[in-house]
DNA sequence: AATTTATTTAATAGAGCTATTAAGAATGGA
DNA sequence: TCCATTCTTAATAGCTCTATTAAATAAATT
């Protein structure tokens, strides 16, 4: 029902979409639904971003550079490996709190598509590369220095994915289930983020 | 193409669609592939399940039960907690290396439409249920004797399901990014099986 | 064999979806 | 003011999908 600022309806319907495509996933969400809701003939939608699958590559695209960048912003830090590390953590975790819908939009259509998503690897492919490559190497001269044990780089962002992820990609199963509600998700997020952080530098020590 | 046993399309159509539904989920499955993929007419697939929404639900509560009868199993043996745990850790990483589909079809279909799996909840509720009080129930005890350190079930619960479950989700993701092949995440998949046991156990440690 | 019942197909109604097109309204510059 | 460009709508072609129905075929029963 939130109407867009300045009536650029080619701004409201990249954010309608988005909304919708995050919550509901590129297959469930049609461009007649998108028009609908960005209150708008359906036409426009196809006006300024011809196929759904372009508008749909848009917002992607742009979400996972979101997603990716977590990790990168923390690597220009001078901080010693841990204090980084739990940075990268946090940092990662804060994200996903103001987007806890990402994992999901991720997870999805790798799945389901990940020949639509080729084409976001190539605008994205050089940021978490470098980005891994530095991180690579400042693991593997930890792990030379003795300060960690020996460890892959792709186990430990793994690992991180998964613990902060895991709590998002449940909260609707844990609501469906156990019927928890939105106050003592909260409460359990708050929990997370720390133990999430403990329990990965427990797990890099030697 | 592999075909049924003993020509019985209704058994064909089910199983047909369960793989299809694993792959691409409920959305993007259509009755009409279903029964071309099963060999016969798609009129068929009504005839024998009526609506798809029905077929599906047949599908999922099955996969769901599967899902939480990993907890359940390990609950009867009689070991001491930590060994337990470890079991119920292994069981469960077992069970989605032989379903590794299982934790993308829960997490599109609980994100998308909370609604249709209510129908499923009945169904298990009581399984989950019974298992998580006795389980509740020991874990309150090792706490007490000190045995371990203060945490709540459902922060064990999520911590095994978000490492377990993340190497599978990720599959696909660390595939299109990383270029990740089948053999190499054979290789990361044979150790996070023992890293995920000794990160959770190091994490409930006093 | 005759008849009832179960399975399977073909055809189609009815709906929704994507994408295009042509026409109408708004806007801004000359 | 007039014209060109941009924005917006209405209409619709062409799909595909779900679900139903009637007819055909196969199986089972009497």
Redesign the pocket.
């Known amino acids: 029902m939130e109407e867009n600022k300045n009536?650029n309806?080619?701004q409201a319907i990249l954010e309608v979409a988005e909304r919708l495509f995050l919550e509901k996933g590129f297959a469930m969400?049609?461009?007649?639904?998108i028009a609908k809701e960005a209150g708008?003939?359906?036409?426009?939608v196809?006006?300024y971003y011809?196929?759904?699958?372009k508008l749909f590559e848009e917002v992607f695209s742009k979400k996972a550079e979101l997603f990716f960048s977590a990790f990168m912003n923390v690597e220009n830090e001078e901080l010693p490996f841990r204090e980084k590390l739990r940075r990268v953590i946090e940092v990662h975790f804060d994200m996903l709190m103001k987007n806890p819908r990402l994992p999901f939009l991720l997870i999805n259509e790798f799945t389901t598509n990940p020949g639509r998503v080729l084409s976001v690897k190539e605008k994205i492919k050089n940021l978490p590369e470098s980005v891994l490559a530095k991180m690579e190497k400042e693991l593997k001269e930890e792990i030379r220095c003795g300060r960690i044990r020996e460890i892959e780089l792709v186990d430990l962002m793994l690992m991180i994915i998964s613990l902060n992820g895991g709590l998002f990609i449940a909260k609707p199963i844990m609501g469906a289930i156990m019927g928890m509600g939105e106050e003592e998700w909260e409460r359990l997020a708050k929990r997370r983020r720390d133990e999430n952080v403990r329990i990965i530098l427990q797990a890099v020590e030697g």
Do not use: F, I, P, W
């Open positions: 009536t309806l080619e969400t049609s461009t007649t639904e708008c003939n359906q036409g426009l196809h006006y011809r196929t759904k699958e």
